[in-house]
């Protein structure tokens, strides 16, 4: 596995990243369907209020726990913010939970990371070039996972 240098997104692909937030913002998240939530979260330093629009990496249906990750690593704000302060809201399509964020361990990470590589071959290795990742064997997915790419828990509350 090999680590590209990570540039800032800027530009066309920026807009793309924010436009699913626009939709939940005009009340349309709901047409993202359960590949995305809405996370709210609160300002580790501001206190403000904070949106962020993420994809789900899995969903545990028997608990109605969802998976995130932190795809730009562990200096995030959305991240830093739900460590802060784990008690949240979540919209998944139309729905709307209360949920508090709880982190994987590295290894559970590591894991996630090779089980999301497996359902979405395509998507993680295109999620894996975009962070700056050059991934093709589970071992370096799981690498990656346990050591770049935290994963988090939200489960309801």
Same mark, same amino acid.
């Given at each position: 596995?090999?680590?590209?240098?990570?540039?800032?997104?800027?530009?066309?692909?920026?807009?793309?990243?924010?436009?699913?937030?626009?939709?939940?913002?005009?009340?349309?998240?709901?047409?993202?369907?359960?590949?995305?939530?809405?996370?709210?979260?609160?300002?580790?330093?501001?206190?403000?209020?904070?949106?962020?629009?993420?994809?789900?990496?899995?969903?545990?249906?028997?608990?109605?726990?969802?998976?995130?990750?932190?795809?730009?690593?562990?200096?995030?704000?959305?991240? @830093?913010?739900?460590? /802060?302060? &784990?008690? +949240?809201?979540? %919209?998944? *399509?139309?729905?709307? @939970?209360?949920?508090? /964020?709880? &982190?994987? +361990?590295?290894? %559970?990470? *590591?894991?996630?990371?090779?089980?999301?590589?497996?359902?979405?071959? +395509?998507?993680?290795?295109?999620?894996?070039?975009?962070?700056?990742?050059?991934?093709?064997?589970?071992?370096?997915?799981?690498?990656?996972?346990?050591?770049?790419?935290?994963?988090?828990?939200?489960?309801?509350?």
């Amino acid at each position: 596995m090999t680590q590209t240098n990570r540039k800032p997104v800027t530009g066309l692909k920026k807009f793309f990243f924010r436009a699913p937030l626009f939709l939940y913002r005009i009340g349309l998240g709901g047409l993202l369907g359960h590949r995305f939530l809405l996370l709210n979260h609160t300002g580790r330093k501001s206190g403000q209020p904070r949106q962020t629009v993420l994809e789900v990496v899995n969903h545990d249906k028997s608990t109605d726990t969802y998976f995130i990750a932190s795809g730009f690593g562990k200096k995030s704000d959305w991240y @830093l913010n739900i460590l /802060a302060h &784990p008690k +949240t809201n979540i %919209q998944v *399509g139309w729905r709307k @939970l209360a949920v508090t /964020a709880v &982190p994987l +361990t590295p290894e %559970q990470s *590591g894991q996630a990371m090779v089980d999301y590589a497996r359902r979405y071959p +395509t998507a993680a290795k295109n999620l894996s070039k975009i962070l700056g990742f050059a991934v093709s064997t589970e071992d370096e997915y799981r690498k990656v996972g346990r050591d770049s790419i935290p994963f988090i828990a939200l489960e309801p509350r």
